[in-house]
């Protein structure tokens, strides 16, 4: 499995982006995913999840009502829409199965940076 995350970079606070995760390598219609991230010195944390047909969807606390989390079964891809971004939005974004699997590696994560 290959989790390949993208659609980061600079944006400045109350702006938006999307960001994408293709897995390659393996289905994923019937599995539950993520997104996580972490910020510089920072452990990674959960920000939101979706179940394997896309109609249970759940947000941390700090992103809920900003950021929306959707999928693409057939395209195996993952994808976080984030509005109203602000400067402690700003992490490495990654994506996995929630929970995350041992068997597939995390990918190279995508940056997220919000300037004030």
């Known amino acids: ?5 993208s659609g980061g970079g600079l944006v400045q606070a109350g702006e938006s982006m999307k960001l994408s ?3 390659s390598r393996t289905a994923i219609s019937r ?3 993520a997104w996580f991230r ?3 010195g920072k452990e ?3 920000v ?4 394997p047909s896309g109609g249970g969807t ?25 509005n109203s971004l602000k400067p402690e939005d700003t992490a490495d974004y990654y994506c996995n ?3 995350p699997r041992l068997d597939w590696p995390w990918g190279q994560g995508t940056q997220v940076t919000v300037s004030s």
Not at 1 to 5: P, S
Not at 62 to 82: A, C, E, H, P
Request: charged share 20%; proline share 6%.
């Open 97 to 99: 199965s929630n929970p």
């Open 1 to 5: 499995v290959q989790l390949v995350e």
């Open 44 to 46: 990674r944390e959960f």
């Open 38 to 40: 972490q910020a510089p």
């Open 31 to 33: 599995t539950p995913m």
């Open 21 to 23: 995760c293709v897995v």
């Open 48 to 51: 939101a999840a979706i179940s």
């Open 58 to 82: 759940n947000y941390a606390d700090s992103v809920k009502g900003r950021f929306t989390i959707s999928r693409d079964n057939i395209k195996r891809t993952l994808y976080l829409q984030m």
